[in-house]
């Protein structure tokens, strides 16, 4: 009973004292949970019977209702990071200077091999030294400026391009022709004026732990936890077994063990840092082990691993992640850059860059295309070039062809006229004697801005150079001196030739870039207005016998100086004009005016034309008609303007930018879009107002489908292999021995050579039955029955052709029998260059260069100003002999001062100075190669910033980072750097944000180090 009683008192006990704690629960809510505590922001919130209590997080000391961080890096002999320790609220991070990486304890740094990555960007030799490398040279080069490259030495040369000069880095020519020494950034030059000696700035002195520059170079320490090795740079970690030093006399082995054990018991940081790989923290309970950021924690309590942070969401990267010791790399694809958040990937817009396409620039995400207007085609992989149709089975034309500016003209003989189809010639009765061809002429009137003026040629127009940056055009038929004829003094006219007056002149057209393009459609329909406006009649209507224009381009240029304030030019064109004027022989009267005095009237009335004429050119109010449509001598360089809120006619407005109306569409006023043309009529030109009507009659069971895009999309029109005598259904086929390739013809071409063809209907020649068959690169001559290699300058793709395909524009072949367009090349290249910036680029780049080829370029600085170059890449072929090569120096001398030289590919950007005032650059190819070259932008700036220009471009710090490469290849942040070099007060025209989100902050950091230190007093 007693033992029930004992056990009942227990229960009511435990239930006495149960019901007090639910009713102090009750009292005292989870504090915690609410947020009601008053712990600080960086402590641990833990509930107790009564209450809670706070306590600091790991990293922060405080009595949990105030918390501070700990900071890591001042206790611990620098966090223990053997470099640079960066304390974080409740942790720190090691890193290492440049040419270290961080060890995988996340404590150590070890050197970087930069040769194993494209052999550091060396030429030649690359040679790792701890914390950087260094370049070598093969005999009888040495280095250049730019200590990467290589420089043949001459043992005749002058001053410092002779392999005596003594300079161990950097030889410099002084004004008097002597010599004087520099050396590269983190070197100095020693008492001789010759040697350069290392210091703690470059590679870390070449010490792996801790550098320290005395008088006689740098001196290498170790963190305490290592120990200097013999080699006196790097740096190994000491043996952790300590033994103490005891008196074996008075103790024994078992005392020892004894006291090894008690330590083993009485854990503590101070002994080996308490096993821990990382930070180590003593508490009541024994040590607490931590790790950097970037490291975890083992289940071992010491151990600390490196993170991959790429399992986990690729680590947040866009594209690309590198996992790295201690942290993570993102990189991009190709044809996007990494932004300065350094996660996000954005494409980037080659078609931000004028000079990527000669037409239309398409861009894509990671691309581009380029794509050429109507009658041109592609080559080079980003030029437009005129297409000789005509070379192409006579362009389709039944008798007579003539190429022109983007299109073509089929003609006919006299007493017949063109048929519908533009094509065929059919007889005309009553068809009037050919009439000779008509004269260019030259008609101006006064309009709203200024006089503008336009010439217009019928006949004879000729295109004898490329579209991009200069091209001539010729209209009209030149008339030579005769035999034995001399010019007079001015040159105005030939002295036996007294009824033609010749004259040239030169005109400048503002900030425009020479570029042979279509105008648009408002141009041609202003000019007629012009034409049909009484109040605004011609100020000048000139016909001439023969005009030459030949536009060149123009980079920036100095104004004089002979004014307060010395300024600049900007880019732009010339065209330099010559005119032949026949002396009008009905003005000839035998009373008033003999031809002397006709002549003279003329030339009076020619000098107030090409006034007019400058004026118009000036303003860029001067255009070309010919082969139906417009043309804008010169294109004016691309600026950022306001969006449009109108478009021009042909255009609709899509996204708040001007869409052109493309072919098989027009523009409809009254719905505001652009609309596919309706059936029965076609349109074959972009940025119309309306569709042109389909010929001949709607033929039953053939019905006419809208949008058409031309003629042969209308359709009731004989298809190819048959002809009908106008072109329309009912059609026959093409009889045997002929063809047909095109729909609505009037005939069929014959094979020639008295060729057949298996059968009627054939559509094209190589349905003709040749004795052999053509391969590419060869024509069939149906004469000789043989395959004739391609002519140069042309090209055959096909097999079993009778004809060559002529090259686009002012481009040819390196060699006959081409069976490529991509092997017709644009040869133009050299000059002399702009004052502040511009490119030297290999001819036909991106494309490849011709084989044979010789450039010269000049580059001559205004007073004061230095050059800088960036070559971001270049393509040679690799060869011993050094077949094709670029060189940069002072003159044409082969022993003047070289800046730089190369004959082989060279991937990796490197950016240099030029060593002399002025630079001659020749790029030369042989007979047998050719590869894809180079594009290399230049900028001239003050040389007042010379030391600071030089101490970044030498630094071997810029071309370690892949990042920092990038930026050397990104045209749009060269562009930007380069307008800022070459004009200082640009500079405003980028708002602080801009220039954040411009550069990754690795290189805003490498420029900022920079900067201050020249900024320095």
Request: proline fraction near 4%; hydrophobic fraction near 25%; charged fraction near 25%.
């Given at each position: 009973?007693?033992?029930?009683?004992?056990?009942?008192?227990?229960?009511?006990?435990?239930?006495?004292?149960?019901?007090?704690?639910?009713?102090?629960?009750?009292?005292?809510?989870?504090?915690?949970?609410?947020?009601?505590?008053?712990?600080?922001?960086?402590?641990?919130?833990?509930?107790?019977?009564?209450?809670?209590?706070?306590?600091?997080?790991?990293?922060?000391?405080?009595?949990?209702?105030?918390?501070?961080?700990?900071?890591?890096?001042?206790?611990?002999?620098?966090?223990?990071?053997?470099?640079?320790?960066?304390?974080?609220?409740?942790?720190?991070?090691?890193?290492?200077?440049?040419?270290?990486?961080?060890?995988?304890?996340?404590?150590?740094?070890?050197?970087?091999?930069?040769?194993?990555?494209?052999?550091?960007?060396?030429?030649?030799?690359?040679?790792?030294?701890?914390?950087?490398?260094?370049?070598?040279?093969?005999?009888?080069?040495?280095?250049?400026?730019?200590?990467?490259t290589c420089i043949h030495r001459s043992v005749e040369g002058l001053s410092c391009m002779n392999k005596e000069h003594g300079c161990a880095h950097i030889c410099k020519e002084t004004p008097?022709?002597?010599?004087?020494?520099e050396c590269r950034p983190g070197f100095?030059?020693?008492?001789?004026?010759?040697?350069?000696?290392?210091?703690?700035?470059?590679?870390?002195?070449?010490?792996?732990?801790?550098?320290?520059?005395?008088?006689?170079?740098?001196?290498?320490?170790?963190?305490?936890?290592?120990?200097?090795?013999?080699?006196?740079?790097?740096?190994?970690?000491?043996d952790e077994t300590t033994t103490e030093s005891?008196?074996?006399?008075?103790?024994?082995?078992?005392?020892?063990?004894?006291?090894?054990?008690?330590?083993?018991?009485?854990?503590?940081?101070?002994?080996?840092?308490?096993?821990?790989?990382?930070?180590?923290?003593?508490?009541?309970?024994?040590?607490?082990?931590?790790?950097?950021?970037?490291?975890?924690?083992?289940?071992?309590?010491?151990?600390?691993?490196?993170?991959?942070?790429?399992?986990?969401?690729?680590?947040?990267?866009?594209?690309?992640?590198?996992?790295?010791?201690?942290?993570?790399?993102c990189n991009c694809w190709k044809g996007f850059k990494l932004l300065t958040d350094e996660r996000s990937c954005q494409d980037i817009d080659e078609c931000y860059f004028e000079r990527t396409c000669g037409h239309t620039c398409v861009n894509s995400p990671g691309g581009f295309e380029c794509v050429c207007s109507k009658g041109y085609t592609l080559y080079g992989l980003a030029h437009c070039g005129d297409i000789n149709e005509c070379s192409v089975n006579n362009g389709g034309c039944e008798q007579g062809c003539e190429n022109t500016m983007g299109g073509f003209e089929c003609q006919c003989h006299p007493g017949y006229k063109l048929h519908w189809n533009k094509k065929d010639c059919i007889e005309a009765e009553g068809f009037p004697a050919t009439k000779p061809p008509s004269k260019p002429t030259l008609n101006c009137s006064r309009q709203e801005g200024g006089d503008r003026c336009y010439l217009t040629c019928q006949s004879q127009v000729h295109i004898t150079s490329g579209t991009e940056d200069s091209y001539t055009v010729t209209c009209g038929m030149p008339l030579p001196c005769l035999a034995g004829a001399q010019r007079n003094g001015s040159g105005s006219y030939c002295l036996g030739n007294v009824l033609r007056i010749k004259t040239t002149a030169t005109f400048k057209s503002g900030t425009g870039k020479c570029n042979l393009k279509r105008s648009q459609e408002r141009l041609k329909e202003s000019l007629n207005a012009a034409h049909s406006d009484s109040r605004s009649p011609f100020t000048e209507n000139v016909q001439f016998s023969y005009v030459r224009l030949r536009c060149s381009s123009s980079g920036p240029r100095m104004q004089s100086r002979h004014g307060r304030k010395a300024g600049y030019e900007e880019e732009g064109s010339a065209i330099t004009a010559e005119f032949e004027l026949?002396?009008?022989?009905?003005?000839?009267?035998?009373?008033?005016?003999?031809?002397?005095?006709?002549?003279?009237?003329?030339?009076?009335?020619?000098?107030?034309?090409?006034?007019?004429?400058?004026?118009?050119?000036?303003?860029?109010?001067?255009?070309?008609?010919?082969?139906?449509?417009?043309?804008?001598?010169a294109k004016r360089l691309a600026r950022p303007v306001d969006l449009p809120e109108h478009c021009w006619k042909g255009q609709v407005l899509v996204d708040r930018k001007c869409v052109i109306c493309t072919v098989g569409t027009y523009y409809d006023r009254d719905q505001g879009r652009c609309v596919l043309c309706p059936a029965g009529m076609y349109q074959d030109e972009e940025a119309k107002n309306s569709c042109e009507?389909?010929?001949?009659?709607?033929?039953?069971?053939?019905?006419?489908?809208?949008?058409?895009?031309?003629?042969?999309?209308?359709?009731?029109?004989?298809?190819?292999?048959?002809?009908?005598?106008?072109?329309?259904?009912?059609?026959?086929?093409?009889?045997?021995?002929?063809?047909?390739?095109?729909?609505?013809?009037?005939?069929?071409?014959?094979c020639g050579g008295n060729l057949v063809t298996k059968h009627n209907g054939a559509v094209s020649f190589q349905e003709c039955e040749t004795k052999v068959q053509c391969s590419p690169g060869h024509y069939y001559n149906t004469s000789t029955h043989r395959c004739i290699r391609c002519p140069m300058a042309t090209y055959q793709m096909e097999f079993g052709q009778n004809y060559c395909i002529s090259c686009p524009g002012n481009t040819t072949t390196d060699f006959d029998g081409s069976t490529n367009i991509m092997q017709c090349k644009n040869r133009h290249c050299g000059g002399e260059m702009g004052d502040f910036t511009g490119y030297i680029e290999s001819p036909n780049y991106p494309g490849n260069y011709p084989a044979n080829i010789e450039c010269t370029w000049t580059i001559n600085p205004p007073p004061k100003r230095r050059i800088l170059i960036v070559v971001p890449e270049i393509f040679l072929p690799i060869e011993d002999e050094c077949g094709d090569y670029l060189v940069m120096r002072k003159s044409s001398l082969s022993n003047s001062v070289t800046t730089y030289e190369t004959c082989q590919?060279?991937?990796?950007?490197?950016?240099?100075?030029?060593?002399?005032?002025?630079?001659?650059?020749?790029?030369?190819?042989?007979?047998?190669?050719?590869?894809?070259?180079?594009?290399?932008?230049?900028?001239?700036?003050?040389?007042d910033y010379q030391e600071l220009i030089e101490d970044i471009v030498r630094d071997g710090r810029l071309y370690a980072s892949e990042n920092h490469q990038e930026i050397l290849k990104d045209k749009k942040l060269m562009k930007a750097l380069f307008d800022v070099l070459a004009h200082p007060q640009n500079f405003f025209n980028y708002t602080a944000q801009e220039s954040r989100e411009m550069f990754p902050k690795s290189f805003i950091r490498f420029l900022r180090s920079k900067v201050l230190r020249f900024l320095r007093p």
């Open positions: 009973m007693g033992a029930i009683c004992s056990a009942r008192d227990f229960c009511l006990f435990l239930l006495l004292l149960n019901t007090r704690q639910i009713a102090a629960l009750l009292e005292n809510p989870d504090a915690c949970a609410e947020g009601s505590d008053g712990c600080h922001i960086d402590a641990i919130c833990q509930n107790t019977q009564a209450s809670y209590k706070c306590s600091c997080k790991v990293g922060f000391k405080g009595d949990g209702k105030h918390c501070e961080d700990i900071d890591d890096c001042d206790i611990e002999y620098n966090g223990g990071c053997v470099h640079e320790c960066n304390n974080i609220p409740g942790n720190y991070r090691c890193t290492c200077h440049d040419g270290f990486n961080l060890a995988h304890d996340g404590h150590n740094c070890l050197d970087v091999d930069e040769c194993v990555f494209n052999n550091g960007g060396c030429q030649y030799t690359c040679v790792n030294t701890m914390g950087s490398y260094e370049c070598s040279c093969k005999e009888g080069f040495f280095l250049s400026d730019n200590q990467h008097k022709g002597g010599v004087s020494c100095e030059l020693a008492k001789n004026q010759r040697g350069c000696i290392l210091t703690c700035n470059h590679g870390n002195g070449g010490c792996q732990h801790t550098c320290e520059d005395m008088e006689q170079g740098p001196i290498c320490r170790c963190h305490v936890r290592y120990t200097l090795h013999p080699d006196g740079r790097s740096c190994v970690e000491r005891s008196d074996h006399n008075a103790t024994s082995f078992t005392e020892v063990d004894k006291r090894v054990k008690r330590r083993l018991l009485m854990e503590n940081c101070a002994v080996n840092n308490g096993g821990c790989d990382s930070t180590c923290k003593d508490t009541s309970t024994g040590v607490r082990c931590s790790c950097p950021v970037g490291f975890t924690l083992q289940p071992d309590g010491k151990t600390c691993k490196d993170i991959n942070e790429c399992e986990l969401h690729n680590g947040g990267c866009d594209h690309f992640c590198r996992n790295t010791i201690g942290s993570f790399e026949d002396v009008n022989l009905e003005e000839v009267t035998a009373e008033s005016c003999d031809l002397g005095c006709v002549r003279r009237r003329s030339e009076k009335r020619l000098r107030k034309t090409i006034r007019t004429l400058r004026k118009s050119i000036h303003r860029e109010q001067f255009h070309l008609h010919f082969a139906g449509s417009n043309y804008e001598l009507v389909c010929p001949g009659p709607e033929v039953r069971g053939s019905p006419r489908s809208v949008g058409a895009r031309n003629i042969s999309e209308c359709g009731g029109q004989c298809p190819p292999g048959q002809f009908s005598h106008d072109g329309f259904i009912p059609c026959l086929p093409c009889p045997l021995g002929t063809y047909q390739p095109e729909v609505g013809r009037t005939s069929c071409f014959h590919t060279y991937e990796r950007p490197i950016a240099f100075t030029s060593r002399s005032k002025r630079l001659w650059i020749q790029f030369k190819s042989n007979e047998a190669n050719s590869g894809k070259g180079f594009q290399v932008p230049y900028v001239t700036y003050d040389e």
